[in-house]
């Protein structure tokens, strides 16, 4: 036996199912692995809020939250914050992360079913476990009903493609939907797939069952439980103008989403115009395979959830149609055509291989890099909220009776009240942090600025605010006068620390405004002329 005959069976065994397989296992576990370690200093954020503090709890379950039926994510957050409290966010971005994985094994699974090679599989499905370009979904912990709901349309959609489907896999299709549709409406377009791919595969009936009966319970809970005005959107846009914007929305969705995938400029022009082309060829086919149609069936999912979704946001534009978000579920919808095309040039040579191998390698690198960037900018900005709150909190300790409980340190990324914070310390061990000099600013002009209309007359007040003018502020107060409604961005400063910058409205006539200890205030901007009723320093 020669050298090159022992050496050919690892070089098979390297190439099979089973090494592609443990592969990805090892990409899911290392994945996990640095997920966790960039979220380790993740904190608390925004819509969070939502979950965290609602004093009618049972509502919550019934009501969801943004339009979403979110029974399921709402709770486990709330197992979750009864059993570990509020002192750590690893418990629930853990829970997000794990989420994320599961979307990203049962896409592998179903990259096979759409006829991609197991490697081109295995390493597809290892860029989405490091997906920077959607680093927003992989590292809030909010997002695991995002996620978790495209996990039960995949999950759905798994069941219904192999070759027989009983009342188990009916039952099992059923349930799925549903938990899918209990958790988040991005489960909504797998119902558009699991219905084409149970049609192809087991006949109308038994996909009109399947997704017929969960489509009915999300009905009723859309139409009678939480009863939305599905009008409104077209009172307000108008129907012409919501359809108009709607293909911009959805091009942009798509074609950003693999702009922000790679670096080269115009990529995703490329990948959709190769996607478009490939479908169109494809559907015209007289007979189809099972693989081309669970491709076919994802990209008409991702075109419903396009559609969707340019109407909900349709106030906003087709500028956040490529926000972190949703570039995540445009790689799902489209993973499973953009796999067999890949495999399809792989399997004509060997520099086809080598050149799909290193496309895929270059977009690995450029998306782990933004992961960590992401992680490092969301960490900025939420220890930044964390640090905030922590000083406020201080302050009410500080001035006992003189803080407003009704307060609010960071009214857009934190909208909870100082004494709605205060519960959630006592009784979930919610921790504060320790912050620095900026923080305390931004806390004393949140929670400790103050303003109220005063008998001032306005002779005395001859000196007129402008950019960089300082007023010095403290618990006796400062007289201003209005001619007109007034708003006047001001930020507290002392010394090289200043805090983020804060808005007042002052209404026509004299006007009092205290600060909970003495602080020097910056003016900012102001809309319209302000007169100052002391002494006061000009740039």
Same mark, same amino acid.
């Given at each position: 036996?020669?050298?090159?005959?022992?050496?050919?069976?690892?070089?098979?065994?390297?190439?099979?199912?089973?090494?592609?397989?443990?592969?990805?296992?090892?990409?899911?576990?290392?994945?996990?692995?640095?997920?966790?370690?960039?979220?380790? !200093?993740?904190?608390?954020?925004?819509?969070?809020?939502?979950?965290?503090?609602?004093?009618?709890?049972?509502?919550?379950?019934?009501?969801?939250?943004?339009?979403?039926?979110?029974?399921?994510?709402?709770?486990?957050?709330?197992?979750?914050?009864?059993?570990?409290?509020?002192?750590?966010?690893?418990?629930? /971005?853990?829970?997000?992360?794990?989420?994320?994985?599961? /979307?990203?094994?049962?896409?592998?699974?179903?990259? @096979?079913?759409?006829?991609?090679?197991?490697?081109?599989?295995?390493?597809?499905?290892?860029? =989405?476990?490091?997906?920077?370009?959607?680093?927003?979904?992989?590292?809030?912990?909010?997002?695991?009903?995002?996620?978790?709901?495209?996990?039960?349309?995949?999950?759905?959609?798994?069941?219904?493609?192999?070759?027989?489907?009983?009342?188990?896999?009916?039952?099992?299709?059923?349930?799925?939907?549903?938990?899918?549709?209990?958790?988040?409406?991005?489960?909504?377009?797998?119902? $558009?797939?699991?219905?084409?791919?149970?049609?192809?595969?087991?006949?109308?009936?038994?996909?009109?069952?399947? $997704?017929?009966?969960?489509?009915?319970?999300?009905?009723?809970?859309?139409?009678?439980?939480?009863?939305?005005?599905?009008?409104?959107?077209?009172?307000?846009?108008?129907?012409?103008?919501?359809?108009?914007?709607?293909?911009?929305?959805?091009?942009?969705? =798509?074609?950003? @989403?693999? !702009? @922000?995938?790679?670096?080269?400029?115009?990529?995703?022009?490329?990948?959709?115009?190769?996607?478009?082309?490939?479908?169109?060829?494809?559907?015209?086919?007289?007979?189809?395979?099972?693989?081309?149609?669970?491709?076919?069936?994802?990209?008409?999912?991702?075109?419903?959830?396009?559609?969707?979704?340019?109407?909900?946001?349709?106030?906003?534009?087709?500028?956040?149609?490529?926000?972190?978000?949703?570039?995540?579920?445009?790689?799902?919808?489209?993973?499973?055509?953009?796999?067999?095309?890949?495999?399809?040039?792989?399997?004509?040579?060997?520099?086809?291989?080598?050149?799909?191998?290193?496309?895929?390698? /270059?977009?690995?690198?450029? !998306?782990?890099?933004?992961?960590?960037?992401?992680?490092?900018?969301?960490? @900025?900005?939420?220890?930044?909220?964390?640090?905030?709150?922590?000083?406020?909190?201080?302050?009410?300790?500080?001035?006992?009776?003189?803080?407003?409980?009704?307060?609010?340190?960071?009214?857009?990324?934190?909208?909870?009240?100082?004494?709605?914070?205060?519960?959630?310390?006592?009784?979930?061990?919610?921790?504060?942090?320790?912050?620095?000099?900026?923080?305390?600013?931004?806390?004393?002009?949140?929670?400790?600025?103050?303003?109220?209309?005063?008998?001032?007359?306005?002779?005395?007040?001859?000196? =007129?605010?402008?950019?960089?003018?300082?007023?010095?502020?403290?618990?006796?107060? /400062?007289?201003?006068?209005?001619?007109?409604?007034?708003?006047?961005?001001?930020?507290?400063?002392?010394?090289?620390?200043?805090?983020?910058?804060?808005?007042?409205?002052?209404?026509?006539?004299?006007?009092?405004?205290?600060?909970?200890?003495?602080?020097?205030?910056?003016?900012?901007?102001?809309?319209?002329?302000?007169?100052?009723?002391?002494?006061?320093?000009?740039?």
């Amino acid at each position: 036996m020669t050298a090159t005959q022992v050496a050919a069976p690892s070089w098979r065994a390297l190439g099979s199912p089973r090494a592609a397989a443990w592969v990805h296992y090892v990409s899911l576990l290392l994945g996990a692995c640095a997920l966790l370690f960039l979220a380790r !200093n993740q904190w608390f954020f925004f819509d969070e809020w939502d979950i965290i503090w609602q004093p009618e709890a049972a509502k919550r379950f019934v009501e969801g939250h943004n339009g979403h039926w979110s029974a399921l994510p709402i709770g486990v957050w709330t197992f979750l914050q009864n059993t570990f409290g509020l002192g750590s966010y690893l418990p629930y /971005v853990g829970v997000a992360i794990a989420a994320h994985l599961v /979307v990203a094994h049962l896409l592998w699974r179903l990259l @096979a079913h759409a006829g991609s090679t197991r490697w081109i599989a295995t390493a597809l499905a290892a860029v =989405f476990v490091f997906y920077g370009a959607a680093g927003e979904n992989l590292l809030w912990a909010f997002q695991m009903g995002f996620m978790g709901a495209i996990a039960f349309g995949l999950g759905a959609l798994l069941v219904v493609v192999r070759p027989t489907m009983r009342t188990g896999s009916l039952i099992a299709t059923i349930a799925l939907l549903t938990a899918g549709a209990a958790t988040a409406g991005t489960v909504l377009p797998f119902f $558009v797939a699991v219905a084409l791919v149970a049609w192809y595969r087991h006949g109308w009936i038994k996909a009109l069952v399947a $997704v017929g009966v969960p489509a009915l319970i999300y009905l009723f809970w859309y139409t009678i439980v939480a009863g939305p005005n599905p009008t409104a959107i077209f009172r307000a846009q108008g129907l012409g103008q919501i359809l108009a914007g709607i293909p911009e929305f959805v091009g942009t969705m =798509f074609v950003g @989403a693999y !702009n @922000a995938s790679t670096p080269v400029p115009g990529f995703g022009i490329i990948v959709v115009t190769a996607i478009a082309v490939w479908g169109v060829v494809t559907a015209a086919r007289v007979r189809l395979t099972t693989a081309s149609v669970v491709a076919l069936s994802m990209l008409a999912a991702g075109l419903v959830f396009g559609v969707l979704t340019g109407y909900s946001r349709a106030k906003l534009g087709a500028g956040s149609a490529d926000e972190s978000r949703y570039i995540y579920i445009a790689a799902v919808f489209t993973l499973p055509a953009i796999a067999l095309i890949l495999s399809l040039v792989a399997r004509r040579a060997v520099a086809s291989t080598v050149a799909v191998v290193a496309l895929i390698g /270059v977009v690995f690198v450029y !998306n782990a890099g933004l992961l960590v960037l992401r992680a490092g900018g969301d960490s @900025a900005r939420e220890l930044g909220t964390h640090d905030v709150l922590s000083a406020a909190l201080d302050l009410a300790d500080e001035h006992p009776g003189v803080v407003d409980p009704d307060a609010r340190p960071d009214p857009v990324y934190l909208p909870r009240t100082i004494s709605q914070l205060q519960e959630l310390e006592a009784d979930f061990g919610m921790r504060r942090s320790d912050y620095g000099e900026d923080a305390r600013l931004t806390a004393l002009t949140t929670v400790g600025l103050n303003t109220r209309a005063s008998d001032g007359g306005a002779a005395t007040c001859g000196t =007129f605010l402008q950019e960089g003018s300082t007023i010095s502020a403290g618990p006796e107060g /400062v007289d201003l006068e209005a001619p007109t409604g007034v708003s006047v961005t001001l930020f507290a400063q002392d010394g090289e620390a200043r805090g983020l910058s804060q808005t007042i409205a002052l209404e026509p006539g004299p006007t009092t405004l205290t600060m909970l200890e003495p602080t020097e205030l910056v003016v900012e901007k102001t809309t319209a002329p302000v007169a100052l009723c002391e002494e006061v320093s000009m740039p």
